[in-house]
């Protein structure tokens, strides 16, 4: 039996539609998905939608029509785009579809069977946004995103999730390779260790949603439905599960890295109690932020992946309109997985994609196939040159070819584990490494000192070797850029890239005397205006985007808070999430009424700010309560500490310290190794800081300052004796010392010399 590989992306929700943040996933999976079938594996590619829950059936109601046609519109809309990039899926499932209503019901009355679904009352917080019960007082926002939850009193049928604590803790122990990264890993582990309680599985104040198999007046709860697709669209539970058998256990699950949990705890521990095998990997990856937060339609700051399709299938004018997409995705789906490390947060910009283009696609991998070929067709008439044997005359040519074989091997290393932008970064420097041999070379020189003959027999050496190197770089990154590798697949004369094979590539594949195809540009170079184009174009779209499935927009002023009080921001804040409109002014309002509320809390205070509760609040309180997060308010600008937030003039005129005082705190210096975002929290970092002796966590209110790249490997000063605080259910092990302008952006202290890391201020 040949080797199977089955992955899947997660089902995107049909509130609204797609944006780069979904097309990144799924072209990471569709570029794993063409290279394993390059290499001979037997490739399932899931990705779908998630049709049902309250979300849906509220911005339903708001675009005036019924969920069914909403999600049907929306649905569409992600499928589209899929098929216009050439996304090469292989089933695309919805959770209306009938084939998965059906499984999912039999899931839950499995579940039943087996005696882990009783039915229970339960009043509780639930917030609608992440379509989950939380731990909030009533009127309280909810812990996790800050957005306003739902006092919801039901009778619901329960899943008896806390049955599988010690289980899941011994599965995670013994399969480190089934959350990834290890960072994701610990989290979801504290989170287990921190206790699981029993999950409410269903919901009678919903109507869209899967019916409870003989009690149909409540409907599945969201998550189960949409978890349980990965096995409902392989055929589980219908009478032809033929591929289910062949394809589950999943061999990956890539997700962003906010449904980790959902990944791997309910989901884990559903397939535990119905008795199913248990996925491989569940891969979760960063965010790709713009304007230095993620792109939401809250927030309004969304980026399209039509908008840079269109953009660059345009400056093609020659091609066909749907030739046009495909080479505008492959643009999108180099620049993706080039530039965003796999698994950290990345910033996309407009800039950048055309910088990366310009050099990476155009005057690099472009430029090297057009002077190659175009050699080619000039002395050897076309036809792939037979180098002349040993081609010892030429300088360099030994040393390139024994470079390949590394090549390819530490492609395939870094690609197979995930590591794109180190695969692309291999690839590339063998383009340069190739260009820099022909500019050595310089085949084109006559040399008058050689015959006419000895000349051919080294310019055939030369371009054998470099249209034999392209080859094998094409091969490598076709499933990167799929339309121009195979554009210049049939320019080296080799036909369709799609048969062949990864597994045995090696130097020398490429035949002499073969015919090389049309020669036509690859890579048109972009210019300035291309990123005021795609800015332009994305501002124009902007309006459109906000309200789900382009429903008309509602009055603006709808649901903007009247008064700066917290209160009313709230409720703003209420009514924009519930009719789903005008959310980005109403978060906007709710962030600033926090803040004013901080300020003002911290002002009538002398004492240090309070104790944090455990589950943190919105991201601007959690700033303000961090041990010394230097953003909320700023803190007079006196010391090199932003002190802890409340900082009122700590040290008062007159009032000084003794240096036995000063002595007391230990300040040292560290460096960054991780940075990351705390998810729905815009001011934080989360950050993992070398101290020389250890390597500490600490939480930072610094994410509008810096972004995390930017931080890796940066020297720091550190407040290493403060006693640790929790924030968000993360602990803060010590403070990041930065001055605190008035009005402005933490600024970090550092040296401007090299000092060691765990080196003390004294
Ligand atoms: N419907 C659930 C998933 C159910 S899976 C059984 C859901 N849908 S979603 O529409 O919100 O999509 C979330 C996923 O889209 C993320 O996990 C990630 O894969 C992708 N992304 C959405 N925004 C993103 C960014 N800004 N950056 C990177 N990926 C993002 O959650």
């Given at each position: 039996m040949s080797e199977k590989f089955y992955l899947t992306t997660p089902i995107y929700y049909v509130n609204a539609r797609p944006h780069i943040g979904h097309t990144y996933t799924t072209i990471v999976a569709d570029a794993i998905a063409r290279r394993k079938r390059a290499l001979g594996i037997d490739t399932w590619f899931l990705t779908g939608t998630d049709e049902h829950g309250q979300k849906i059936e509220r911005s339903a109601e708001q675009a005036n029509c019924t969920p069914q046609e909403f999600a049907d519109r929306v649905s569409a809309q992600f499928r589209g785009l899929w098929d216009r990039m050439g996304l090469t899926y292989d089933d695309f499932i919805r959770t209306t579809e009938p084939r998965h209503k059906q499984a999912v019901q039999k899931l839950f009355a499995l579940l039943m069977e087996k005696g882990y679904i009783y039915k229970g009352s339960y009043t509780g917080q639930y917030c609608v946004f992440d379509e989950l019960y939380v731990d909030a007082a009533p009127g309280a926002p909810c812990p996790d995103c800050g957005r306003p939850t739902e006092t919801v009193s039901e009778e619901n049928y329960f899943f008896k999730l806390s049955a599988f604590e010690r289980r899941l803790l011994e599965y995670y122990d013994e399969h480190p390779e089934f959350i990834r990264p290890e960072t994701r890993r610990n989290e979801v582990i504290a989170f287990v260790k921190s206790g699981l309680r029993d999950l409410s599985v269903s919901r009678t104040s919903v109507n869209w949603g899967i019916p409870v198999p003989g009690d149909e007046k409540h409907v599945i709860y969201v998550w189960l439905d949409a978890l349980s697709n990965y096995i409902t669209a392989l055929g589980w539970g219908s009478p032809d599960a033929a591929r289910y058998e062949k394809f589950w256990p999943a061999d990956l699950h890539l997700v962003g890295k906010e449904i980790i949990r959902f990944h791997c705890v309910y989901w884990p521990a559903f397939l535990m109690a119905a008795g199913l095998p248990l996925p491989k990997t569940v891969q979760a990856h960063g965010w790709l932020l713009f304007e230095e937060s993620k792109m939401s339609k809250s927030r309004g700051n969304i980026v399209r992946a039509e908008t840079i399709i269109d953009t660059f299938g345009a400056m093609k004018p020659e091609l066909a309109k749907a030739e046009q997409d495909l080479f505008g995705a492959d643009v999108l789906r180099y620049f993706l997985l080039r530039e965003i490390v796999f698994g950290q947060d990345g910033s996309f910009s407009f800039d950048a994609l055309v910088q990366r283009y310009n050099s990476d696609l155009a005057n690099g991998y472009g430029n090297l196939v057009s002077r190659t070929l175009s050699m080619i067709g000039r002395y050897f008439d076309g036809m792939v040159p037979l180098p002349a044997t040993g081609g010892g005359a030429v300088p360099r040519a030994a040393n390139l070819r024994n470079e390949i074989p590394g090549s390819i091997a530490a492609f395939a290393a870094s690609f197979d584990a995930y590591d794109f932008s180190r695969a692309l970064e291999t690839a590339w420097a063998l383009v340069a490494d190739v260009d820099g041999f022909l500019t050595a070379t310089a085949p084109w020189k006559k040399d008058d000192n050689i015959t006419e003959e000895q000349q051919q027999a080294y310019r055939s050496t030369i371009l054998y070797i470099a249209a034999e190197a392209i080859r094998i770089i094409t091969a490598l990154v076709y499933p990167v850029i799929p339309y121009s590798a195979a554009k210049v697949w049939a320019q080296l004369g080799l036909g369709d890239i799609r048969k062949a094979d990864l597994k045995n590539l090696k130097f020398g594949g490429l035949k002499p005397n073969t015919k090389l195809g049309e020669l036509t540009p690859l890579f048109p170079r972009a210019d300035k205006e291309t990123i005021t184009h795609m800015s332009e174009l994305e501002q124009k779209n902007a309006p459109a985007q906000a309200p789900a499935a382009e429903s008309p927009a509602p009055a603006a002023e709808a649901a903007a808070p009247s008064t700066s009080k917290l209160r009313s921001a709230i409720d703003g804040l209420a009514v924009a999430m519930a009719e789903s409109t005008n959310e980005t002014a109403a978060v906007a309002a709710f962030e600033s009424a926090i803040a004013e509320t901080v300020r003002e809390s911290m002002g009538s205070r002398k004492e240090k700010p309070a104790e944090p509760a455990?589950?943190?609040?919105?991201a601007s309180e959690d700033a303000a309560k961090l041990p010394g997060g230097p953003v909320l308010p700023p803190a007079p600008a006196t010391g090199t500490i932003a002190a802890p937030a409340p900082a009122p003039a700590a040290t008062a005129a007159g009032d000084k310290i003794s240096i036995d005082d000063f002595s007391k705190i230990e300040l040292r210096v560290g460096q960054v190794k991780v940075a990351e975002r705390v998810p729905k929290a815009d001011k934080l970092l989360r950050l993992e800081v070398d101290l020389g002796t250890e390597t500490r966590q600490i939480l930072a209110g610094i994410a509008e300052a810096y972004t995390p790249e930017s931080l890796i490997g940066r020297k720091v000063v550190i407040v290493a004796n403060l006693a640790p605080r929790k924030l968000r259910g993360l602990e803060s092990n010590g403070m990041i010392v930065a001055a605190s302008v008035e009005g402005g952006r933490p600024v970090l202290a550092g040296f401007l010399e090299d000092v060691p890391v765990g080196a003390r201020l004294k």
């Open positions: 455990q589950t943190g609040g919105h």
